[in-house]
């Protein structure tokens, strides 16, 4: 039984450009969320998707947006990329509308985003 | 609001025991606290829902205090392999939940 995966592991990109990552959810999960790590940092609350829409939003501006496919996988786009865009960039699935236990995120091990 | 995790780092000796605690300044409906090593995913632990339950397996538990909105993770006899970053995320609600999370707890547990 597949985790969840993340493409690409590292990536390495200029200011001003754009960027997007890949997750594929763990086998079974309906709902992504992404985060984003800073170094030395806990991860931070980015958005979430479940059936193809946008469900929350924590305090990232317009320039980050996602995507979510048919088939649960999602992506997220960075535009007009900052130098402090650059943390490890982390996707959770889960089971959206299950009772309290079963909403467990359980995480990839994330793309590593450098900004320079 | 970010919870405040405590301590901030924790060095052991292979046997010994530690806690971490987290706490909210908000009413939480649930705790889960992970695990994560250097360049690694984090590892789900366990889940606490508010009511007040304790959970364990193996050497490791945790307690979620609903009147303080605070919970505790307990290592007992500690093991090299409980080395790494501890993180308590936080959640206000059931259904979609937003984690939100703590700044972490570094344990190294020395031979």
């Known amino acids: 039984d597949a985790g969840v995966t993340q493409s690409p592991t590292h990536l390495i990109k200029t200011r001003g450009q754009q960027v997007t990552l890949r997750c594929s959810p763990k086998?079974?999960?309906?709902?992504v969320s992404w985060y984003q790590q800073a170094l030395g940092q806990g991860p931070q609350f980015i958005f979430q998707?479940?059936?193809?829409?946008?469900?929350q939003r924590g305090n990232f501006p317009d320039r980050f947006s996602g995507h979510q496919f048919p088939n649960y996988s999602s992506e997220l786009n960075v535009n007009a990329l900052l130098l402090g865009d650059s943390a490890l960039y982390l996707c959770?699935?889960?089971?959206?509308?299950?009772?309290?236990?079963?909403?467990?995120?359980?995480f990839g091990a994330g793309t590593r985003l450098s900004v320079l | 609001q970010q919870p405040v995790q405590s301590p901030q780092a924790v060095i052991l000796r292979e046997g010994e025991d530690a806690v971490i605690n987290c706490s909210s300044s908000?009413?939480?409906?649930?705790v889960h606290w992970y695990r994560q090593k250097h360049g690694e995913a984090p590892v789900f632990l366990m889940i606490?829902?508010?009511?007040?339950e304790q959970k364990g397996h193996d050497k490791i538990s945790a307690s979620f205090n609903e009147k303080k909105q605070q919970s505790s993770l307990y290592l007992t006899a500690s093991q090299l392999s409980y080395s790494g970053t501890y993180f308590c995320g936080t959640a206000m609600n059931t259904g979609f939940q937003k984690l939100v999370f703590g700044t972490g707890t570094r344990l190294l547990v020395s031979p």
């Open positions: 086998s079974g999960h309906d709902t």
């Open positions: 908000k009413a939480l409906y649930s």
């Open positions: 998707y479940y059936e193809e829409e946008e469900r």
């Open positions: 959770a699935s889960s089971l959206g509308l299950g009772e309290g236990r079963e909403n467990i995120q359980y």
């Open positions: 606490l829902l508010k009511g007040g």
